[in-house]
Each structure stands twice: as structure tokens, then as C-alpha cells.
């Protein structure tokens, strides 16, 4: 599985769009983009997913650039409910695989 | 659909003592992954499993084993538990069509004294 590097933390403020950038170089032809959101003692949620271009569902949108060696999550105006850890994976969900977590990105929304 | 149930949520054990956990994957799901997170490590891989085959494996001891049943429910067993066993344990299923997302279970909390 493709390795991810994502920054550590993030703060922000109530109602502001966050944009969460994580690089994935060695990115695969037939990879995937996934976000899980992570809250303390929970186990990881999905958030969104995708393999080129734009995804957008009720939650966040997915920005992926025509290389693919970088993808974009974006939280429309967040509240303090959003803080959480926000972990990019990169992989062919397919067959044997497993997932690789990373370090994960904390965000902290604050009032 | 209900979601990835795990049991017991909360456990405590001595160390040398052995514990079993339990896991039920969304309807339909054959795959059963388990993870084990700690604050140190963050979230590493235990092994998978599916119909009943374990076919994939991370990096863990003997002591961390596990099975499946037909109905897909899976359990996962430490033997002679040490102190640093003490984590979240989860348990995510996935299905076998489409992009295959995995769906995470709320996790079993171990801690061991």
C-alpha cells in the first residue's frame, strides 16, 4: 500500500471550510483515496472516497488532482462536533489487502 | 444495514490471563479485519480473515490469534496478556463488491493490570 504524509494538527475556527492535504506519491493505478474520521475510543468512519477528479457527498467533498500524488478533504463550516482525527489511506481495497493507518491529521475546531 | 458490533465494549484482565473477542461484520460481509490502536503506536494491523481463511497477517506475536465462523462473526484471542496489550481493539468488515470500503466496529477497550 501506498504510504501517506499528512500534516500532524490543524486548528480552526467555528464555520470555517477546512481543507486537510495529504501526499501520496507511490499512489498506485489502481488505488483508491479513502478518509476515516476518528473520534476518542471509537472506531474510524468512513468519510469519503474516491479515485480522480471530485467527489462531494452530504459530509465533505474530495479534491484529487490529475497526478493523484495528493488529495484534499474539505470540511464545509465545521463545528466544534468535527474534532477529530482524520486519517488518509491510500490502497486497492481489494483481495489481501489491509489498511495502513498513518499518524493522521488532529483537528481541533475551536469556538 | 446495522453497522460492525463488537463485544464486550470494555475489558479488564490481569496479565497471564487470556481474552476473547467478538466481532459481527455488516450482513452480507465476509471479511473481518482486526486492528489494534494504542496511544504509541496508532492503529496497526492484526490480521484478516475470509470464509473462514485467515490470508492475511500483520506483525504481531503468536499470543494474538483469531477465527472465523460461517456466519462470519469472527473472535480474536491474546493468550498470556501482557501489560502493553492494554488498547482499543477493532474489528472492520467490508464487503466484496465495488471499491470494498472497510466499516469499522465501535472497538473492545482492554485494559490489563
Known amino acids: 500500500l501506498a504510504k501517506t504524509t499528512q500534516p500532524i494538527s490543524m486548528d480552526s475556527y467555528e464555520g470555517q471550510e477546512v481543507n486537510i492535504t495529504c501526499s501520496h506519491n507511490n499512489i498506485a493505478t489502481n488505488d483508491y483515496i479513502t478518509w476515516y474520521q476518528q473520534f476518542p475510543s471509537q472506531g474510524p468512519r468512513f468519510i469519503i472516497q474516491g479515485y480522480k477528479t471530485k467527489v462531494t457527498n452530504e459530509v465533505a467533498s474530495l479534491f484529487i488532482p490529475a497526478d493523484r500524488k495528493s488529495s484534499t478533504l474539505s470540511l464545509p463550516r465545521v463545528s466544534l462536533s468535527d474534532t477529530a482525527v482524520y486519517y488518509c489511506?491510500?490502497?486497492?481495497?481489494?483481495?489481501?489487502?489491509?489498511?495502513?493507518f498513518g499518524t493522521g491529521t488532529r483537528l481541533t475546531v475551536i469556538p | 444495514k446495522a453497522g460492525v458490533t463488537q463485544t464486550p465494549r470494555y475489558l479488564i484482565k490481569t496479565r497471564g490471563q487470556q481474552v476473547t473477542l467478538s466481532c459481527s461484520p455488516i450482513s452480507g460481509h465476509r471479511s473481518v479485519s482486526w486492528y489494534q490502536q494504542t496511544p504509541g503506536q496508532g492503529l496497526q494491523f492484526l490480521f484478516e480473515y475470509f470464509s473462514e481463511t485467515q490470508r492475511n497477517k500483520g506483525n504481531f506475536p503468536g499470543r494474538f490469534s483469531g477465527r472465523q465462523f460461517s456466519n462470519s462473526r469472527s473472535e480474536m484471542n491474546v493468550s498470556t496478556l501482557e501489560l502493553g496489550d492494554s488498547a482499543l481493539y477493532l474489528c472492520?468488515?467490508?464487503?466484496?463488491?465495488?471499491?470494498?470500503?472497510?466499516?469499522f466496529g465501535p472497538g473492545t477497550r482492554l485494559l490489563v493490570l
Open positions: 489511506l491510500v490502497g486497492v481495497q481489494t483481495g489481501a489487502n489491509n489498511l495502513f
Open positions: 472492520a468488515s467490508r464487503g466484496t463488491s465495488g471499491t470494498q470500503t472497510q466499516y
